[in-house]
């Protein structure tokens, strides 16, 4: 079986908005490597530090409330 790694990330992106604080900042309890990933496409900052959470960019924080609604929100 083949992994698409971009749907992974986009689904990771979208979690991180259920934690997502006024700040900009979400628990980062994902895997670690959807999260490097992540950073690497510019939509969080670098999670390899010792806090709980992570920063998300303007961009980021912008998707992630896309995707959220795309994959999470019930159809009226």
């Known amino acids: ?3 698409d790694e971009d749907k992974i990330d986009d689904a990771v ?3 991180l908005y259920l934690t997502l604080d006024r700040d900009g900042r979400a628990w980062k309890g ?3 490597t959807a999260m490097n990933r992540l ?3 510019g939509f969080i900052g670098d999670p390899v530090n010792k806090a709980k959470s ?7 924080i912008a998707r992630s ?12």
């Not at 992570?54 to 980021?60: A, D, R």
């Not at 409330?65 to 009226?76: G, I, V, Y």
């Open 54 to 60: 992570v920063w998300l960019t303007e961009e980021g």
């Open 13 to 15: 992106l979208a979690l």
């Open 39 to 41: 950073h690497e496409k």
């Open 30 to 32: 994902f895997d670690w």
């Open 1 to 3: 079986m083949e992994i």
């Open 65 to 76: 409330e896309r995707l959220f609604c795309e994959m999470f929100t019930a159809e009226k």
